[in-house]
């Protein structure tokens, strides 16, 4: 029956941190883009990756996210939980730096190889900005999840 609950506490702690830690990356990346420093809107440029066009890449685009959000967040957790981890604070500190190596790799992928092959023409320009926008998004994201699995009974 113990495995039972940490299956179930893991299932649970990996939706809400994911879904926290997806709405702390949307609300960061949303701020920068608003300061007029970056542009674009990650969520369509997802679903517009899937549907080819504008038309319903916002709703596939959300689905995708959250989908990846709740997946990373349980790869964050199990990798927290077996590196002993997954205490606060310690877990506030893995989960930034799990979000900075995870940023580094997201953005250098979509400086350099999404926006080359992305199907419309306004995502096909992603500079430094949008990179860096996307690094601090990822760095908030691991942070928050880091807290969440810091503070579950995980």
Not at 38 to 43: D, I, L, R, S, T
Not at 76 to 104: K, N, Q, W
Not at 125 to 134: D, E, N, Y
Not at 144 to 150: A, E, F, M, T
Request: glycine share 14%; net charge neutral.
């Amino acid at each position: 029956m113990h495995s039972d609950h940490l299956i179930v506490g893991f299932l649970i702690t990996s939706i809400v941190a994911g879904i926290l830690g997806g709405l702390a990356m949307e609300l960061v990346m949303w701020l920068i883009c608003r300061s007029g420093w970056a542009q674009g809107n990650m969520v369509i440029a997802v679903g517009s990756m899937v549907t080819k066009s504008h038309e319903k890449a916002l709703s596939t685009g959300a689905i995708i996210h959250a989908s990846s959000a709740v997946g990373f967040a349980m790869v964050y957790a199990f990798a927290m939980r077996e590196l002993g981890l997954a205490h606060f604070p310690i877990s506030l500190y893995a989960g930034l730096g799990f979000g900075v190596i995870h940023g580094l790799i997201v953005s250098l992928m979509l400086v350099w190889v999404v926006a080359v092959q992305h199907p419309l023409e306004e995502f096909q320009k992603a500079g430094f900005a949008v990179g860096l926008s996307h690094f601090a998004g990822h760095v908030a994201y691991g942070g928050l999840v880091g807290l969440v699995i810091g503070l579950s009974p995980l």
